[in-house]
């Protein structure tokens, strides 16, 4: 046997070590620390999954060939949770909204019965979310974005809110698309108002919840809050039916379903705590 034979495997385990030497920084640390706010959105999304399957194949309710944009994988879909949630979280964790309820809970409470309400109401669904296709709007068309705050049909207005011939495909040949009531937020509250001309310029459309999701959350947020208070000689379960019928004695059923969903989703632990000035 030549030196150089002996010398080889010598060399070889060298290198080799040397390259894992090399290597071992880019292993991540074993523990690595989540903040809270990404366990936060995961805690949300974790319960929006056991509610509804993120993927689009799931609602076959309407022309695939005509609206495919409506269509996502599963994967898409989890990612759009994600925003989803965050936006919520953005709203039921926002310093300068009231919460629904007190104690060291009570934004996660506020927060896990929007989602409730947004898989009753929308299932989390694409379409609904963006608005594609008629099938997007609950109550005839007049419902809008994941919480269906009902705002009417789509209609064309122009700058003094009169109004125009109606939507072709969805879009005004002439002013700007908008809806007969809008909201006006004002105080810590919402108010549905007609869309004329004593609307206030700053109101918002159902078009405009389509275009901006924290809205969309906070609109259903008050609109809560009003059903809270509108139906407080209710119990608790029941003080949605406001929100769900437009009644307080109306709408119980729908209320104890949406209430018994944040009272699931608070049972998943552990609960993520999270300071709102942190958001």
């Given at each position: ?36 706010y ?12 056991k ?23 599963y994967e ?25 309820f ?21 299932g ?5 979310d ?5 099938q997007?709007?609950g109550?005839?068309g ?27 495909d969805?879009?005004?040949e ?5 809806t ?44 809560i ?39 699931s ?15």
């Amino acid at each position: 046997m030549n030196s150089k034979t002996i010398f080889m495997p010598a060399l070889f385990a060298i290198t080799m070590a040397s390259v894992a030497s090399s290597q071992e920084p880019m292993h991540m640390p074993q523990n690595v620390e989540v903040s809270p706010y990404k366990k936060l959105v995961d805690w949300s999304v974790k319960g929006m999954v056991k509610r509804a399957r993120p993927g689009s194949r799931r609602f076959p309710i309407f022309n695939v060939k005509k609206y495919p944009d409506a269509i996502e994988s599963y994967e898409d879909g989890l990612q759009r949770y994600r925003a989803v949630a965050r936006d919520a979280i953005s709203v039921a964790f926002d310093p300068d909204e009231a919460p629904l309820f007190g104690g060291r809970y009570g934004r996660h409470r506020t927060l896990s019965l929007l989602l409730s309400i947004a898989s009753w109401e929308s299932g989390y669904k694409k379409h609904v979310d963006y608005d594609i296709s008629p099938q997007a709007r609950g109550d005839s068309g007049r419902s809008w974005c994941l919480m269906q705050v009902n705002l009417g049909k789509p209609i064309c207005v122009d700058e003094t809110h009169k109004r125009l011939p109606p939507p072709v495909d969805g879009k005004c040949e002439i002013g700007r698309p908008s809806t007969p009531s809008v909201l006006s937020f004002h105080d810590g509250k919402v108010d549905i108002l007609r869309n004329d001309a004593n609307a206030p310029s700053d109101a918002v459309s159902g078009q405009d919840l389509i275009a901006n999701r924290k809205l969309c959350f906070r609109a259903g947020l008050r609109i809560i809050k009003k059903s809270f208070a509108a139906c407080k000689g209710n119990p608790l379960e029941d003080r949605l039916a406001a929100y769900a019928s437009g009644s307080c004695d109306a709408g119980k059923v729908e209320s104890k379903r949406r209430i018994g969903g944040m009272r699931s989703w608070m049972t998943m632990r552990p609960i993520p705590m999270m300071d709102p000035e942190k958001i």
